[in-house]
């Protein structure tokens, strides 16, 4: 009986001892392969082709064969404008928020990266219990229950639903980086127009003053001439309500001009009147060369970030219907429990207070009411409203620079124009004074006179600023204001 019982222990020790050898095989060939049968579509980038003969451009004005500036702002060689942007690049809370984001989606990564390993979990506790005098032999025991141990538990990744997952969430992380990069873009526009408007609010001031004292001048003279008897009191009528009128259009324009200042200060993260001081002193329009680079049109979909952020959206969100699909096939874990117990806190560390259990775990859901295939259904059609977000996102940003081209374009015409028709106004006017001096035309002429010149310059300083808006515009359109050195640098610092 007693070989018996030896040869029934070593038999049971032996088949105990081969499951476990079972099983570390059986865990190692699934942790070899993780992933291996990634459930799910598989992404691949949509391909979107230029349009045929999209943005033939033949004007001077343009350069498309040469890459685009990233410091387009450059071409106004203004220092001050130079400055601003990269004070906004610091301070903008935007631009923050956005960094922030990326560090909150890599820490998602992280996260959903750390599904590949076990989870651990420490456990100690100590109970005092007493059990009921109604249970049997032993009612009414009362004993200290010492426990320590850890419990594990890991998930093999056979289907692919922890890889889905961190595809998804590296997805996210790169569709962050891309909306940081789209805000900078947005960032220094902003701030390049708000400038570019103060200067040309500016000019405006000006040339209304300017008018203002041409218009002083013709009343002193109408009031003389009334005062000998050569003009009517409707001349100095007419010319009272000429200059009243351009001294109504000042109060607007520094209105505007305040609001203009203020915007600068917001995008920079400072309180309104802190650039104020410095953005009071008059400086001209920086206008732009003659001839400016807009990079090749078939590099739109490289160069802009919200391109690039769209199709990083689509990616996540086709890995994420692969999470849901993953959902439909089993799950395999292995898991295990190892830890010390005893009623006599002196006995805790002894051998034989330690216990252990251990095993692999497989569950399946068989029927949940339709629910899981449902869920499929809702990130197929997300996945195809992304794709349809992606195509709008593209096709916008054709839409956007061939609108900024053509208005860019359009807009130095015009300016050209203005400059001729200013130019003729002045000698206008002037004639028209000397005429009405020597009696030999009516004063009508030389209000009509004033009037259209007033127009005419308060149009040309408002294309010239223009003109410079538009080409900002433009650079925006075209994904200008950041590269490549600049996101390595912000995934650096995260």
């Known amino acids: ?55 033939i451009i033949s004007d001077p004005a343009l350069m498309v064969e040469k890459e685009i500036n990233h410091n387009w702002w450059t071409v106004f060689e203004d220092p001050l404008l130079s400055r601003l942007m990269d004070q906004a690049a610091e301070g903008n809370l935007d631009l923050k ?96 127009i708000n400038y570019l408007t103060i ?29 000998y008897g050569l003009a009517s009191d409707l001349d100095v009528a007419q010319a009272e309500d000429v200059l009243a009128s351009s001294q109504s259009q000042v109060p607007p324009l ?38 400016i680079a807009v990079g090749i049109p078939a590099d739109l979909l490289r160069q802009r970030p919200d391109i690039r952020r769209s199709e990083r959206q689509l990616a996540a969100q086709t890995a994420r219907l692969g999470v849901a699909t993953a959902d439909l096939y089993p799950s395999f874990s292995l898991f295990g429990t190892l830890g010390l117990e005893s009623i006599d806190a002196g006995d805790l560390l002894s051998s034989g207070s330690h216990f252990y259990s251990f095993g692999p775990r497989f569950r399946w859901n068989i029927f949940d009411g339709g629910r899981i295939r449902s869920l499929i259904r809702v990130a197929d059609a997300v996945t ?46 002037s004639l028209a004074v000397q005429l009405y001096k020597e009696g030999l035309r ?28 538009n080409l900002v515009l433009l650079y925006r359109a075209l994904g200008g204001g950041w590269n490549s050195q600049r996101k390595v640098e912000t995934a650096h610092e995260i």
């Open 254 to 291: 520094r209105v505007e001009l305040n609001q203009a200042m203020n915007n600068i200060a917001l995008l920079l993260g400072e309180p309104p009147g802190v650039l104020r001081q410095e953005l009071m002193k008059v400086k001209g329009i920086p206008l732009p060369p003659s001839s």
């Open 384 to 429: 195809e409203q992304a794709l349809h977000q992606y195509e709008q996102t593209v096709i916008r940003a054709l839409s956007e620079v061939d609108s900024a081209i053509y208005a860019y374009l359009q807009e130095q015409k015009r300016l050209e124009a203005l400059e001729r028709s200013v130019a003729a106004t002045n000698r206008t006017l």
């Open 97 to 192: 928020t956005a960094l922030a984001r990326i560090k909150e989606t890599r820490a998602r990564l992280d996260f959903a990266a750390g599904g590949y390993f076990p989870d651990m979990d420490a456990a100690a506790n100590v109970t005092r219990q007493r059990t009921s005098e109604n249970s049997g032999i032993s009612g009414g025991l009362r004993f200290t229950n010492h426990l320590l141990g850890v419990d594990a538990w890991w998930e093999i990744d056979l289907f692919g639903r922890i890889s889905r997952s961190i595809e998804a969430a590296g997805a996210d992380y790169e569709a962050a980086e891309e909306d940081h990069s789209d805000v900078l873009v947005s960032l220094y526009a902003e701030t390049a």
């Open 1 to 55: 009986m007693r070989q018996s019982s030896t040869w029934k222990t070593v038999l049971i020790e032996d088949k105990v001892s081969n499951a476990h050898v079972f099983l570390i095989v059986f865990a190692c060939i699934f942790f070899a392969f993780p992933g291996c049968m990634k459930i799910g579509p598989h992404y691949a980038p949509p391909e979107m082709e230029m349009p045929i003969n999209w943005l």
């Open 199 to 227: 200067r040309t609010l500016q000019a405006r001031l000006a040339s209304t003053m300017g008018n203002i004292e041409s218009q002083k001048q013709v009343l002193e003279l109408t009031r003389s001439r009334f005062r």
């Open 442 to 469: 009516d004063f009508q002429s030389v209000l009509d006179a004033q009037r259209f010149l007033f127009n005419q310059e308060n149009q040309l300083a408002q294309s010239r600023g223009n003109v410079a808006i």
